[in-house]
């Protein structure tokens, strides 16, 4: 069945930019739709956007301004970017197939914005 | 945005009890031309990444004990647990997908009363 890795620092700069990766096995990128959610810490879910194997994106209009997510289907990959984090960024971050509903999900990765 | 609003924040059931947790959604997320519900019910443990349970408002996923349902239309939508087992402590969430952006519930703790 499909399972998705996140990857990248643990520990991001403020002002800096936040980049993570997610690695789909087990079945092939070029079908449905990939999103990036996050958690920061005791909190709620919040999606960040989604990414078609085409390319096409959709993002969150609070985000929308400092995201990039983009895909390698010859890697069967695909990625988040964040600019000019602060300490609100912090986070787990979530990548998962999204069929509308989201699942499966990766197991998340911690993110801390702070110098 | 459509905002998702749960009730309770928490509560705490007896094992073998039944729990009731209430979302509801700033506007409708039925869509006329199906007659669907565009919401989802999430299960998140501690430590692990939420897990779906419910699709389509009242869909359970594949392997998610019966005990677990879905109900409600429009704007008003339920997850019941019909049996509450020690396992099912955890953080619940809805979640709707009627319009982007996608958005959560702010989640409804379930204890063990």
């Known amino acids: 069945q499909v399972q998705l890795q996140e990857s990248g620092p643990g520990l991001v700069k403020p002002s800096e930019t936040l980049s993570l990766t997610c690695t789909v096995s087990?079945?092939?990128?070029?079908?449905?739709?990939w999103s990036w959610i996050r958690q920061p810490p005791g909190k709620g879910l919040e999606w960040i956007g989604y990414?078609?194997?085409?390319?096409?994106?959709n993002y969150n209009p609070s985000l929308k301004s400092r995201v990039t997510i983009s895909i390698d289907t010859s890697t069967n990959q695909f990625s988040l970017k964040l600019s000019s984090v602060t300490a609100a960024d912090t986070a787990v971050y979530y990548c998962?197939?999204?069929?509308?509903?989201?699942?499966?999900w990766g197991q998340g990765t911690v993110v801390t914005v702070s110098s | 945005d459509i905002v998702m609003t749960q009730s309770p924040d928490s509560l705490a059931v007896s094992l073998g009890e039944r729990a009731t947790i209430n979302c509801k959604s700033s506007?409708?997320?039925?869509?006329?031309?199906?007659?669907?519900?565009?919401l989802a019910w999430y299960q998140q443990k501690p430590g692990q990444p939420p897990k779906v349970l419910i699709y389509?408002?009242?869909t359970r996923e594949s392997g998610v004990p019966d005990r677990f349902s879905g109900s409600g239309s429009g704007t008003d939508f339920t997850l019941t647990i019909r049996s509450l087992q020690a396992e099912d402590v955890a953080v619940y969430y809805c979640?709707?997908?009627?319009?982007?952006?996608?958005?959560f519930g702010q989640g409804t703790k379930v204890e063990i009363k």
């Open positions: 506007q409708s997320v039925l869509y006329s031309s199906n007659n669907k519900n565009y």
């Open positions: 979640q709707q997908y009627y319009r982007t952006p996608r958005t």
């Open positions: 990414i078609y194997y085409n390319g096409n994106t």
């Open positions: 087990g079945g092939s990128i070029r079908s449905d739709y």
């Open positions: 389509w408002a009242s």
């Open positions: 998962a197939r999204d069929n509308s509903w989201f699942d499966p």
